[in-house]
């Protein structure tokens, strides 16, 4: 059986969701926040020690403005009312992207980190602005700017992710078969699960059966076994 400690998430399928259930993208992006809840207590129970979650990308500045400031009013409200209860429960909540928000959220956001800095049941890694390719460059920079190697060792040291481990499993929903710009380097080596529900229709048995299926892979890395 293979171990799991860390899981990432393509969150897709919400605003898909929202139209074809309530005519209304925002509806779905509401309807998702529930699925978030209901993988938090599946992660928990199976003590997944990190679950990242791809909340908003530096592609997703694209969308509609209406639609970025409700996505954005939904998060700050999450956090108002769970926070407390995440930190009970010992959950960390790690913000990895580049902060580009209002002040509001950005000290929301800072608060929520302080908090639950010492919570070691699960690390709950929120994706937000966050890009690869732009994660990567920025990586890049630093390293020339410190004249260091360019090794991948030195590279590790200065991605977001740099005290987080690789994914070992990483689920898109949503029934679409790409990465979007999402963790490139550091799923090198995730098993990949592509699901065709969409987030808000995703619950603790379809969660529960891709962990299932995830640890009985046989894992070479390169090699032959």
Do not use: C
């Amino acid at each position: 059986m293979n171990p799991l400690n860390h899981v990432a998430i393509i969150m897709d399928g919400n605003g898909r969701w929202g139209l074809k259930n309530k005519n209304s993208r925002n509806a779905g992006h509401k309807a998702g926040l529930k699925t978030i809840e209901k993988i938090i207590k599946v992660s928990l129970d199976n003590k997944i020690r990190h679950l990242t979650l791809y909340a908003f990308s530096t592609e997703n500045w694209k969308r509609p403005i209406k639609e970025i400031n409700y996505l954005f009013n939904l998060l700050e409200k999450f956090l108002y009312n769970k926070i407390d209860n995440l930190n009970r429960n010992k959950i960390k909540l790690k913000v990895i992207g580049f902060k580009k928000f209002s002040v509001k959220l950005n000290q929301l956001l800072l608060k929520s980190e302080k908090l639950t800095r010492n919570n070691k049941s699960l690390q709950i890694n929120l994706a937000l602005n966050y890009g690869s390719k732009l994660e990567l460059i920025n990586a890049f920079k630093i390293l020339k700017k410190k004249n260091k190697a360019f090794t991948e060792n030195n590279l590790k040291k200065f991605l977001l992710t740099k005290e987080i481990p690789d994914p070992e499993l990483l689920i898109r929903t949503g029934n679409t078969k790409r990465l979007s710009n999402f963790m490139l380097w550091q799923i090198a080596y995730t098993e990949i699960f592509f699901e065709k529900k969409l987030w808000p229709d995703f619950n603790e048995k379809d969660f529960l059966q891709i962990i299932n299926s995830y640890k009985k892979i046989k894992r070479n890395f390169g090699s032959v076994s």
